[in-house]
């Protein structure tokens, strides 16, 4: 197991000085959800076990006889990272129970990307979170199937160009606007439910670590950024995962027992959306007027945010 | 041994379920299977074994649950039928290449479409490449023992393997038979608690479900072939073991009237018992036919076969699934292939029948052997359709 150098330098007393997902792994220059994944797993500490759905983050790691996972892993499918992790979560409290292991709390964990939480894995996440399961399930939203090769998927923003949602002469890209996968689980009434993203490192190490302490479901979605997918330059990567914070894009809250509240500071005023946007090459084609529209689509739904925000009587 | 009870058969099976005192048991309903999953629900809620029952929203995620909990070490069931195997059927080739002994039992059921509910084969011909052991009971006695048996078999040392165990929908599942359980005791002297090869826990971590390059998936799958081709021997071994225990005895391929005779007839699961009856009224009417019953469908018990039909001329296969616009039955033309080089085989006459629930009599066996007689090829034929 490597450790950081120089680590009595840096944030000592915040992160775990070991880590659970090495070095040598085959993620892209200026991966922003790998950067997510080592942070998550540096927060959860080594008493876990990960359900990894198929995606990024599963083909850089686990190239057999190789495997970049110091905690115990299991990739099963693409669809069902959920479904595994309750599985794994009936297991070990059935045989702790019945003394045939170590007598030691080990939290069931699932990492997926967007599509294995928002689109072909909402079935399995829906059942495990619904059914209640002690598990911290964790989206890494890059917004896209970057790993097949950038196609849209739910949680591609409004405009956005993909392979599948080209910025063609007739349709401008995504047609629709980003899936709001939080919000959908705070419906399941589950006791926490996080935005994240690793520009904001002690901000997702410390919910990361609040979930981890909830006794039953917890999710947490993850703002990724992904350089191949957006047609970013990979030295950008911590500036955009700051700038869509700070434009209002992806706000930063959680909701704990149903109670929202903010975990950055709320502007007066929200950048423009426009600064976000034109570092992407994803966004190239957007003329004045489509920025427009994509601004008041943040808008509308910052106001949504803001709404629930003040309204923060618990259920 | 216990004396006998009236019991119905997929009550049964969880029955014998509980006395393998599983850890995991994840089941999404569906008809005929649901029988089963009530009565475990009934008996882990009441508290009668130990065990987590997963409430899964689907049977992709049933499959995927057990499979989760038996990498965490856990000895974990399903159930399931028809539409269900195939949501699973994903998942199956996973479950055998990660070499997870998960245990299911199957209520064979026709598939969609045209929807139905009722009896055939067809649900699990499609699953019969995944490499899971694939068994079929006849009766439920057979049902209870082969349960006890699967878990024994699939978590051996030198199998690791999952098995799925048919139970044919409504004509198996839905009888009400006479059956003697073992005891728990004698149950836990059988079948200790799972000691798993691996297992996903921190105390010693690890990675399962590594993808493969070009460069060694043709060996992880030659691998798994292997392992399922071996599995037969320890198979066997167990269920000698069984029958030394409990006085019933298994074997990979059963007959019944076989030896000697010109023409046998093949079945595989609950028709077994019909054709029987047939045999024995052909046989007062000095026709010589016997019986051959397939138990193993996988791993393929073509050593045991050839010895249960050496000398008949004629064999005919009961197929109760289609391949469609293709040579037959799955049965019949698996044992066609098999035998292909054999010198002196038999000629092979394949029926599809059964399909969806449709009845098979004695009388239709005896009129299945009488065609059987006049047909001159070994083209498939359909038996009992209206045409």
Known sequence: MSTVQNFEIYVPKLLDRREFFSAGHRACQGCGEVLALRLILKALGDDVVVSNATGCMEIISSAYPQTAWEVPYIHVAFENAGAVASGVEAALKALRRKGRIADRYVKSVAIAGDGGTVDIGFQALSGAMERGHDMVFFCLDNEAYMNTGIQRSSATPFMAATTTSPAGKVIKGQRTGKKNMPEIMVAHNIPYVATACPSYPIDLVNKVKKAKEVKGPAYIHVFSMCPTGWRSASEETIKLGRLVVETGVFPLYEVENGKYRMTMEIPKKLRPVEDYLKLQGRFRHLNPDDIEKVQALVNKEWRKLMNKVACMKPW | ?387
Request: charged fraction near 25%; charge should be neutral.
């Open chain 2, 1 to 387: 041994m216990g004396k006998r009870i009236g019991m119905e058969v997929a009550i049964a099976a969880s029955e014998a379920v509980a006395l393998c005192n599983i850890d995991v048991a994840a089941v999404y309903p569906i008809t005929p299977q649901s029988h089963m999953a009530e009565h475990l629900a009934d008996i882990i809620h009441d508290g009668r074994i130990d065990a987590e029952f997963i409430t899964v929203e689907s049977e992709h995620s049933s499959i995927s649950a057990c499979a989760g909990a038996s990498a965490a070490g856990a000895r974990a069931y399903t159930a399931t039928s028809s539409q269900g195997l195939m949501l699973m059927h994903e998942i199956l080739p996973i479950v055998s290449a990660m070499r997870l002994p998960v245990v299911m039992g199957n209520a064979n059921r026709a598939v969609s479409g045209p929807l139905s509910i009722w009896n055939d084969h067809s649900d699990i011909m499609p699953q019969r490449d995944s490499g899971w052991i694939c068994m079929f009971a006849e009766n439920g006695q057979e049902v209870v023992d082969l349960t006890i048996q699967s878990f024994k078999i699939a978590e051996h040392p030198d199998v690791m393997l999952p098995v799925v165990l048919n139970i044919d929908g409504f004509q198996l599942t839905h009888m009400i038979e006479p059956l003697e359980f073992p005891s728990q005791k004698e149950v836990n002297k059988f079948l200790p608690p799972r000691k798993p090869f691996a297992s996903l826990h921190p105390d010693n971590p690890l990675s399962m479900g590594c993808f493969n390059t070009p460069d060694i998936y043709m060996e992880t799958m030659k691998a798994k072939d292997t392992a399922l081709h071996n599995s037969k021997k320890t198979i066997v071994k167990i269920w000698n073991e069984w029958g030394k225990q409990f006085g019933r005895t298994y074997r990979p391929v059963e007959t019944y009237k076989a030896k000697g005779a010109d023409t046998l007839i093949v079945t595989m699961g609950s028709m077994g018992e019909t054709a029987s009856i047939a045999v024995d009224q052909l046989r007062k009417k000095g026709i010589s036919v016997g019986l051959v019953k397939m138990r193993l469908w996988r791993p393929f018990p073509l050593d045991e076969l050839r010895a249960a039909i050496k000398g008949c001329k004629t064999l005919i296969v009961m197929d109760r699934a289609v391949s469609f616009g293709g040579a037959g039955g799955p049965v019949g033309t698996e044992i066609k292939s098999l035998l292909y080089h054999d010198k002196g085989r038999p000629r092979i006459v394949d029926f599809i029948m059964g399909l969806g629930g449709r009845d098979v009599t004695v009388d239709d066996f005896i009129a299945m052997v009488e065609r059987a007689k006049k047909k001159k090829d070994e083209t498939y034929e359909y038996y009992g359709v209206r045409e």
